[in-house]
């Protein structure tokens, strides 16, 4: 019976040290968990994961050598030279991106000898792989793929990327990729390797940074798209058990914390900035600060000056909370660097034989009392209250003030951020909860919330809330498009072509939910896709939810206790309406919201004032036409048909959501539909 219900979860120790990286602990995590529960690997549907390999490559300035092929016509060689060779990029203090180039002159017919010389040349100054970047590439990439198809490095091409013009950023952005191209291709095929040696033959995803899944092979030719794939899995998964409207979804780990708003339902994505430097590539707006469980304490020597970033996972150090009392007895502060470089002011406690433990939140905060019984994080109390204690000896303190200082130095540093998004994106009026996520969600969340006077909650198996969240996502795929005043057939086409796209990468045809849009001033068109994936049983490894359900969940996420009424009799979706009264100053106003779930209680579509309409396509047609002939400006217009959800709430003239809404309805197989129109 399909329930949506976890039946079991393991966690195994941070691989920082191993040769393959984190792609140990996917494998080793995968085989405990299999003998654990003694899963039949034959039964075995879907294995999904996200990483941190792309991220940590690059932070690590753990790249490779980058050949550039700049291409264009000869009369445009000086501009295309300096928006295409791009030198050593930094990536962070001593770290750099390395490359190489050459021009190649595409006003003539390309010659397959003088191509293969260029990578001959490339190659013998170091470059191990390989990227094309042509001017104008995204409209004609013909050239791109022919040199591709001469390299026998690894190559990347910057129309594969993105389908928007500006060479410079292209560029770039195909140049981060190849760097850890090689680093990709290893992992995937180790990962890979190790579930089909268990002989598992289940489809295998990975999670990318927008917050849906792909396949592997995407993986190993577009790894940037994986950066911030695991704060995405957090998110999803957060979205996924708590239902959130509006929110900030805290995760904790051991090293860093990652921080997103969720608004109507929905995180925002943007493009990537990665080391300062501008991509074309969208992920989820997570912004990530180096504080968290594991933080390590700095000093003066007189005084506690910092928390963080290094951690007790980058220094390789037990926690003190975690170990006996005994093993802490006559333990000395010491100083040390956690990695060559960094300064000398991080502290442990150091008994006998050089054995060191850290002292971090988690031992402050076990030191306190605050971790609940069963909670990840619990540790042990008195070991933890030794090891401040011992801290504190030398420093004049008593237990209670360090272990106080220690989570108030760290709890500031975390809000600084939360309170730039709260501003961002106008949160201050929203009635928003923290969401505590991770394994160390309970050590800074609730502090945190305390300190904002507002509400928190901490999600139901936080220290897996990510693998919940990627083992759950959808596959999502999104594309951009550079064109002018796009005809309905043009949107049309650009819809279909990603529909397939999403289909071939393994999501069901009837799952398929669409969203288009057209940024006016950009003259860019975006069409994002999201469908489920195909398994054995059933469409989805979500539970259902019934009538009653999805009531209760609405009037939840409505943040109200009654007034809520379902509008309509839809197979696949719930739409609920309420009346929402607000009082600002001496003015009244009185508002419909009109919320969208899917059968699994997701969140799809959420307006704080719409007017809804529901019948057949005809019917829909003649209410759609009288409804533009009363607007000046393009009405935000959603259609609900069937099992799919149409977004044309971003088109901007009267004309082209006329012709776009009616093509729809015309190729519809329903009897009903619903508009909901933005008021």
Not at 547 to 560: K, N, Q, S, W
Request: charged fraction near 25%.
């Amino acid at each position: 019976m399909n329930t949506g219900k976890i039946i079991g979860k393991v966690t195994v120790p941070t691989t920082h040290f191993s040769e393959e990286g984190v792609s140990t602990g996917i494998v080793e995590s995968l085989i405990k968990l299999i003998l654990k529960e003694g899963i039949n690997e034959s039964k075995i549907e879907l294995i999904s994961h996200s990483t941190t390999q792309a991220v940590n490559a690059l932070l690590e300035g753990d790249t490779t050598k980058v050949g550039i092929i700049g291409m264009g016509v000869n009369l445009e060689k000086n501009d295309i030279v300096k928006r295409t060779n791009l030198g050593n990029v930094k990536l962070g203090p001593n770290k750099y991106l390395k490359t190489c180039y050459r021009f190649l002159d595409t006003s003539k017919f390309l010659d397959k000898e003088e191509i293969l010389q260029i990578i001959k040349e490339l190659k013998e100054e170091g470059a191990k792989v390989l990227i094309v970047s042509e001017a104008y590439g995204v409209d004609d990439p013909s050239n791109e793929l022919y040199v591709m198809e001469k390299s026998d490095l690894p190559a990347t091409a910057g129309h594969e990327l993105t389908g928007i013009y500006g060479l410079e950023i292209r560029t770039l952005t195909a140049a981060i990729n190849a760097s850890i191209l090689l680093k990709a291709i290893g992992t995937a095929k180790y990962v890979e390797k190790a579930v089909r040696q268990q002989k598992i033959s289940a489809p295998l995803t990975i999670m990318k940074g927008d917050g849906g899944v792909t396949d592997m092979n995407t993986f190993k030719t577009k790894p940037i798209l994986t950066v911030l794939s695991g704060p995405a899995a957090s998110v999803a998964g957060a979205l996924l058990h708590l239902r959130i409207l509006n929110g900030i979804f805290i995760e904790v780990g051991g090293t860093s914390t990652n921080i997103c708003v969720i608004k109507n339902g929905k995180p925002e994505v943007k493009y990537v900035t990665i080391m300062d430097h501008p991509t074309c590539i969208k992920s989820l707006d997570v912004r990530v600060v180096g504080i968290a469980g594991g933080s390590l304490v700095r000093w003066s020597g007189k005084k506690i000056t910092d928390v963080g970033p290094r951690s007790a996972h980058i220094s390789g150090l037990r926690y003190s909370c975690f170990a006996e009392p005994q093993e802490l007895e006559g333990g000395q502060i010491v100083t040390f660097m956690p990695k060559e470089g960094d300064p000398i002011d991080y502290i442990g406690i150091e008994v006998g034989a050089g054995k060191r433990f850290a002292i971090t939140n988690t031992c402050a905060a076990n030191a306190l009392g605050l971790i609940p019984d069963n909670d990840y994080a619990k540790g042990n109390q008195k070991s933890a209250q030794l090891a401040l204690s011992i801290l504190g000896q030398r420093l004049g303190m008593d237990t209670k003030e360090i272990a106080t200082k220690i989570l108030d130095i760290s709890i500031r540093k975390i809000l600084q951020t939360i309170r730039t998004l709260i501003r961002e994106y106008r949160l201050k009026d929203e009635n928003f909860m923290l969401i505590g996520g991770g394994g160390g969600a309970s050590i800074l969340v609730p502090l945190m919330a305390e300190k904002l006077n507002c509400q928190y909650r901490i999600a139901d198996n936080s220290e897996v809330i990510s693998s919940i969240g990627v083992c759950t996502a959808s596959i999502r795929e999104e594309r951009e498009k550079l064109i002018d005043n796009p005809s309905p057939d043009e949107i049309s086409l650009f819809i279909q072509e990603v529909e397939k796209i999403a289909i071939s990468k393994g999501a069901l045809p009837e799952s398929i939910s669409t969203q288009s849009e057209y940024i006016n001033e950009k003259c860019l068109l975006r069409v994002t896709v999201y469908g489920n994936m195909k398994l054995d049983v059933g469409t989805n490894d979500t539970k259902e939810i019934d009538d009653e359900e999805a009531e209760v969940l609405a009037c939840e996420l409505f943040g109200i206790n009654e007034g809520v009424h379902r509008i309509f009799d839809m197979k696949d979706y719930y739409i609920f309406a309420c009346e929402i009264h607000k009082k600002k100053l001496f003015l009244k106003s009185k508002k419909q919201s009109v919320l969208v779930l899917d059968k699994y209680g997701h969140v799809k579509v959420s307006i704080e004032n719409a007017d809804i309409y529901s019948g057949n396509p005809r019917e829909m047609k003649q209410k759609i036409q009288s409804l533009i002939n009363d607007h000046e400006l393009a009405p935000q217009i959603h259609i609900v048909d069937g099992k799919r959800i149409l977004d044309f709430s971003s088109l901007s003239s009267t004309v082209h959501v006329l012709k776009a809404v009616t093509e729809e309805l015309n190729k519809t197989v329903n009897n009903q539909v619903t508009i909901i129109i933005k008021v």
